[in-house]
Each structure stands twice: as C-alpha cells, then as structure tokens.
C-alpha cells in the first residue's frame, strides 16, 4: 500500500454522514476496528478504509464512491494505506505499458467481482469471468495467441500481507516466475476465487504462486485452465 502522504487529498477520511458513501454504506465499509463498534460521535470523522475502481466510472476519480471511482487498479493502489481494502467492479484491467506488472498488491486487500454499487463483499455480483486483471498490453492475443512479447511477466504480484479475491488472471508471460501470480515475500497472503487462463510460462515457475520457502500463502477456490 501507499504511505499516508500518498492519499490523494488525505482521501480515506471520509465526513460522518458523508455523501460519498451514503448513510446505508458507512456501516461495515468503514471498519469497526477503526472507529469503535458505536461509530464516531457527530464532531468526529469517519475513518474508511475502502476504495472503488471502476473503469468505466466517470466522476472525480479520487475513489470515494462508484461514482467517482478510480478507473485504474494501479492508482487506488497508491492512495491504499497498509490494511485498506479496494474494491473493484467488472471490466478488463491492463498493464500501464509493455511488460508491466498490472498490481503489485502489498498489505492490501483487492476484491474483484463487483457490479458497482454493492457495499460489502458479501454483497458483490460475482462477477469474477468478467473482472480480468489482463497483462495483454496491447490487446491482440486474441489476433494471434503467440503474440505476448508485450504482455506482462507477472500479471500480479504480491507482497507482504496481501489478499487478491475473485477475479480472472489472463495474458501473463512469464520465463522462471509465475506468468500470473507471483508470490514475492508474503507473510499470509490469500488467493481466494481467482481463475488464471492464458498464461505462457517458458520456465519452472507455471502460472500460479512461486516464491521462496518462506512465502507463506493460502490458495481457496481458485483454478488454473
């Protein structure tokens, strides 16, 4: 995650009763943990801890809302803080250039699979098909399947305590890594219904999480096609 100063504008502090998430999405979006089981009384903010990304959204883009959702994983992964949580609605994601990872995810959280709207995790769409983290630069495997010198070597990587959950990984490249997911030092990291397709491995290190001994990851729900 992004240090403090990288929050854009102080970002994740969000006004008691604030706009930004309505009345009805305060509760369970922006942590107990932080604020106390009760909340914050009136003169105190909330302190939330979720960001939206959407790319198709059309608002401010500071990630406060649906509304004004990120359009790119990458920049709400800079605002994100160590334990915050992103939230991302169905679409297809690409590198920012040629070879790029799309995410390095490390101590945060990203739940893929949302509609837009939904408030919780509990109750996103489960669109995991068609939320695609695609290291496909370029867009044209689809012209020609051997055409991945563009794409990225891996599609994501994770670090730390770090969680990627429900979303389709696609179009990595990999040589000794994992073209798709790589582990890279975790200390608890969760892959949690996550389907990797289209990957190219030329080496040892396949499609899925490699890393040294001392990565320590939890794989549930997840498929390799």
Request: aromatic share 6%; glycine share 18%; net charge negative.
């Amino acid at each position: 995650g992004g240090a403090a100063g990288d929050r854009l504008g102080g970002g994740r502090d969000v006004g008691y009763g604030d706009d930004a998430l309505g009345d009805a999405g305060l509760d369970g979006i922006c942590g107990d943990e932080k604020n106390g089981d009760d909340g914050p009384t009136p003169d105190q903010e909330w302190v939330c801890d979720v960001w939206f990304v959407d790319r198709s959204a059309g608002g401010n883009a500071d990630g406060l809302s649906w509304e004004d959702a990120f359009t790119t994983i990458q920049a709400a992964l800079l605002a994100a803080a160590d334990g915050d949580r992103l939230f991302v609605a169905a679409g297809h994601y690409a590198p920012a250039a040629a070879n790029d990872t799309v995410a390095v995810i490390e101590d945060v959280e990203v739940y893929g699979g949302f509609a837009g709207g939904e408030m919780t995790v509990e109750s996103r769409a489960g669109l995991t098909d068609e939320t695609v983290l695609s290291g496909d630069f370029l867009g044209d495997d689809m012209l020609d399947p051997d055409n991945v010198s563009d794409n990225a070597a891996p599609v994501v990587s994770l670090r730390g305590v770090a969680r990627l959950d429900g979303f389709t990984v696609a179009g990595g490249n990999g040589s000794w890594w994992g073209a798709g997911i790589w582990a890279d030092g975790c200390d608890g990291c969760v892959i949690s219904g996550v389907l990797v397709r289209n990957t190219t491995p030329t080496g040892p290190g396949g499609p899925v999480p490699k890393d040294a001994p001392q990565t320590q990851v939890l794989i549930t729900d997840a498929k390799v096609l």
